[in-house]
């Protein structure tokens, strides 16, 4: 997209000009965001290496298999697959508000803004709805007895410091979960929370900026480069999500 | 429509001023590598469901999907967040401090495998009995 063209022999760090032809805070949202990126990859990889160490990890398709008003149906992937397309959605609406922000076009940059918004709440409720489900649906687990007591069935959620996704085991011809593998809730609750807050306080940015442009602030200012920033942030938030997605739900 | 200038510093303004057909034709990309995605997910599920599941064929589609979601992570850059339009003094300063990830997960993910030949060898001083698959262990066996 970018047509101008740039002489060779520009001489990027001699003063008087960005070195990296963006405004300050331009190049503060990409560094905050490249330390977010640490965050969560920090985050993601202690949850691989737990993963790696163990000889058992939970199946997704088994834990995600669940689709609101269609108890007890199995889908796999399907519920995932409508967050992460109401996500790259949410995030096409952006880039097209930033578009028509370059272009000082306020009506469209207001409609836009709003379908993000509308598409981060909606994900948010998705989220909503698969964290109730997997803190309160409950499984039957085969639960070893200790220093020589029976062994008996439980009924379990998923906490994050337990869950039913373990290894199946055969009592008297009966198949049973037995308790899966105690880092697998922790790291899920705490990942897909940490990516659920900045859902969240990427929808409260959009807000501000949706009120912002409403009320004329940057036709004043003669520039949309504060929605540009927004912009960057909500897309950081789609980035994540992609990774999530590979961690959680697919592999 | 006339180019407006954010501040002083910004040396060459970049043409904002074409279409959407790149947003749209980058969207319609990454909603096809996410269907590959989710259904190279629905084979790796069905290779599970059967008795006898290919290790190797299931690592070798999982590390399909860790491909197609590089892929998909390039495209948001670069296009959504337009990074690809930037000069390439912001392009590096950018990418090359996250290309520490590579060492990150290489390290990482090999230091969670040795703790698990570790575990499952007592240190290296037994052999590892843990190659049985795991739903023929009995119920009294602990993990």
């Given at each position: 997209?970018?047509?101008?063209?740039?002489?060779?022999?520009?001489?990027?760090?001699?003063?008087?000009?960005?070195?990296?032809?963006?405004?300050?805070?331009?190049?503060?949202?990409?560094?905050?965001?490249?330390?977010?990126?640490?965050?969560?990859?920090?985050?993601?990889i202690s949850y691989g290496t737990l993963r790696f160490s163990e000889n058992y990890w939970?199946?997704?398709?088994?834990?995600?298999?669940?689709?609101?008003?269609?108890?007890?149906?199995?889908?796999?992937?399907?519920?995932?697959?409508?967050?992460?397309?109401?996500?790259?959605?949410?995030?096409?609406?952006?880039?097209?508000?930033?578009?028509?922000?370059?272009?000082?076009?306020?009506?469209?940059?207001?409609?836009?803004?709003?379908?993000?918004?509308?598409?981060?709440?909606?994900?948010?409720?998705?989220?909503?709805?698969?964290?109730?489900?997997?803190?309160?649906?409950?499984?039957?687990?085969?639960?070893?007895?200790?220093?020589?007591?029976?062994?008996?069935?439980?009924?379990?959620?998923?906490?994050?410091?337990?869950?039913?996704?373990?290894?199946?085991?055969?009592?008297?011809?009966?198949?049973?979960?037995?308790?899966?593998p105690v880092a697998f809730?922790s790291y899920?609750?705490?990942?897909?929370?940490?990516?659920?807050?900045?859902?969240?306080?990427?929808?409260?940015?959009?807000?501000?900026?949706?009120?912002?442009?409403?009320?004329?602030?940057?036709?004043?200012?003669?520039?949309?480069?504060?929605?540009?920033?927004?912009?960057?942030?909500?897309?950081?938030?789609?980035?994540?999500?992609?990774?999530?997605?590979?961690?959680?739900?697919?592999? | 429509?006339?180019?407006?200038?954010?501040?002083?510093?910004?040396?060459?303004?970049?043409?904002?001023?074409?279409?959407?057909?790149?947003?749209?034709?980058?969207?319609?990309?990454?909603?096809?590598?996410?269907?590959?995605?989710?259904?190279?997910?629905?084979?790796?599920?069905?290779?599970?469901?059967?008795?006898?599941?290919?290790?190797?064929?299931?690592?070798?589609?999982?590390?399909?999907?860790?491909?197609?979601?590089?892929?998909?992570?390039?495209?948001?850059?670069?296009?959504?967040?337009?990074?690809?339009?930037?000069?390439?003094?912001?392009?590096?300063?950018?990418?090359?401090?996250?290309?520490?990830?590579?060492?990150f997960v290489i390290a990482f993910l090999s230091d969670g495998n040795s703790w698990k030949n570790l575990r499952n060898t007592d240190a290296g001083s037994k052999p590892d009995t843990h190659l049985?698959?795991p739903?023929?262990?009995?119920?009294?066996?602990k993990d």
């Amino acid at each position: 997209m970018s047509t101008t063209a740039i002489p060779t022999g520009t001489k990027w760090w001699n003063g008087g000009r960005s070195p990296f032809n963006a405004s300050y805070g331009k190049v503060m949202m990409w560094y905050f965001l490249m330390s977010d990126a640490f965050t969560f990859g920090a985050f993601l990889i202690s949850y691989g290496t737990l993963r790696f160490s163990e000889n058992y990890w939970v199946d997704p398709n088994h834990v995600f298999s669940a689709f609101p008003f269609a108890e007890g149906m199995n889908l796999p992937l399907s519920f995932v697959s409508l967050m992460t397309f109401i996500l790259i959605f949410s995030s096409v609406t952006m880039v097209l508000a930033v578009h028509e922000g370059h272009k000082m076009n306020r009506k469209a940059v207001e409609k836009y803004i709003f379908w993000t918004i509308i598409g981060g709440l909606a994900f948010l409720s998705c989220q909503a709805w698969e964290w109730t489900h997997l803190l309160t649906h409950q499984h039957e687990v085969w639960i070893n007895g200790i220093n020589g007591a029976a062994g008996h069935v439980e009924l379990w959620n998923t906490t994050v410091s337990h869950n039913p996704f373990g290894p199946e085991v055969t009592i008297n011809g009966h198949q049973y979960a037995t308790p899966g593998p105690v880092a697998f809730g922790s790291y899920f609750f705490e990942i897909t929370g940490f990516h659920g807050f900045h859902v969240f306080s990427g929808v409260i940015i959009n807000l501000i900026m949706y009120i912002k442009t409403k009320m004329g602030h940057f036709d004043q200012r003669g520039h949309y480069e504060m929605v540009e920033k927004a912009g960057l942030y909500w897309h950081f938030v789609d980035l994540v999500w992609v990774f999530v997605f590979l961690c959680f739900y697919l592999i | 429509m006339s180019q407006h200038t954010i501040s002083p510093e910004i040396t060459f303004a970049p043409d904002h001023l074409g279409g959407t057909k790149r947003i749209w034709k980058t969207f319609y990309l990454l909603s096809i590598l996410t269907i590959f995605e989710l259904a190279i997910g629905l084979t790796i599920y069905n290779i599970h469901k059967g008795a006898h599941p290919n290790a190797s064929l299931v690592l070798a589609f999982k590390g399909l999907v860790c491909i197609l979601t590089l892929a998909k992570a390039f495209y948001i850059v670069s296009v959504f967040m337009h990074l690809g339009d930037e000069i390439r003094n912001m392009i590096m300063t950018i990418v090359v401090p996250l290309a520490l990830f590579i060492w990150f997960v290489i390290a990482f993910l090999s230091d969670g495998n040795s703790w698990k030949n570790l575990r499952n060898t007592d240190a290296g001083s037994k052999p590892d009995t843990h190659l049985v698959a795991p739903a023929a262990k009995e119920p009294g066996q602990k993990d």
